[in-house]
């Protein structure tokens, strides 16, 4: 199980930009490697929700916005994965 704790460190080492190169999906394996955790772990986690995950077929699959907000990234102006800085203003 992914630890809240480890999520929280996590995010203020991930920079938006990161994502920005990144698919609108990836697959649970490569979001397992972006989190440096293993393949079980991140499919006990989407299974658990604490991986934002969507079906599309028989495939699971992670939504990089969604998971960019889930860690709380920001991009080297401030602004988190929906364009607000930490006080919510555009």
Known sequence: MIATGMMRCYSQ?????EFDDLPATISVEHAARL???GRASAYRAAHTGQ???IKFGRRLLVPTARLAAMLG???SHGLDAHGFDGDGQP
Request: proline share 7%.
């Open 51 to 53: 991986l934002p995950t």
């Open 35 to 37: 989190l440096s955790i």
């Open 73 to 75: 990234a920001t991009n």
């Open 13 to 17: 080492l991930v920079k938006l930009r």
